[in-house]
């Protein structure tokens, strides 16, 4: 299966500084990632698909000005929670895909994300 | 909108004691149904794939099942390195997107 980096693992961060977490496919150069959040006892939700060379689409709910992602590359998305509060505190996981999710979807180890 | 469901939310079996998971969807054409296995602070690692009712998949202890309306994941034997949240999720439609449940907590009592 495909094998998937997320940078930094965990990152505290002072109330209204922003945070960038790089997702990075390391085995195959990926058109499509996505962004999940997981909140404790919940469940993944997806915040946003990125997209190689264009903009991302964002889910019913997620402030595409606040949480910012960038898919520069066929092996990189990165995403950035601007003017980050508490209450974006949580878990925040990349996933790719591989032939349109035939093959099934890789996910990256997770980056907790901690607003102080 | 696609629904998953899991249940129970938590189960705690003893070591050796076999048991099954739960997972209830909803889904527009099901274009997938997935388990995964996620440990405490780690992002999900696959387990299977499923794509019809009928079709089942065996990895080690674990098994899982499909019908029109639920997957089963069957647990034969478990040790105690089998706790862990097990997670579902759907793929339906004509996009990409993945709805998960909230997962199950499996903890095995040595």
């Known amino acids: 299966g495909a094998v998937v980096s997320q940078h930094p693992s965990r990152v505290i961060c002072k109330s209204g500084t922003s945070v960038k977490i790089e997702c990075r496919s390391l085995?195959?150069?990926?058109?499509?990632m996505f962004w999940y959040r997981q909140f404790p006892k919940q469940s993944l939700m997806l915040m946003a698909t990125s997209n190689e060379g264009s903009k991302a689409t964002y889910e019913q709910g997620v402030e595409k000005d606040k949480f910012l992602i960038n898919h520069a590359s066929l092996t990189l998305s990165t995403l950035t929670v601007t003017s980050a509060h508490p209450e974006d505190s949580s878990f925040y996981i990349c996933?790719?895909?591989?032939?349109?999710?035939?093959?099934?979807?890789?996910f990256g180890s997770g980056t907790r994300l901690t607003v102080v | 909108e696609d629904q998953v469901t899991q249940s129970p939310e938590a189960l705690r079996l003893q070591e050796g004691e076999s048991s099954s998971l739960n997972c209830s969807y909803t889904v527009s054409g099901l274009r997938g149904l997935f388990w995964y296995r996620q440990d405490p602070g780690k992002g999900p690692e696959f387990l299977f794939t499923l794509y019809s009712a009928g079709e089942e998949k065996e990895k080690e202890r674990l098994k899982a099942t499909l019908t029109k309306k639920e997957s089963f994941l069957h647990i034969t034997a478990p040790k105690p390195e089998d706790s862990a949240t097990y997670l579902c999720a759907v793929r339906g439609g004509s996009n990409y997107k993945l709805t998960f449940g909230k997962g199950t907590l499996l903890t095995v009592n040595p």
């Open positions: 085995d195959f150069q990926a058109t499509t």
């Open positions: 996933s790719v895909s591989r032939q349109g999710g035939i093959r099934g979807y890789t």
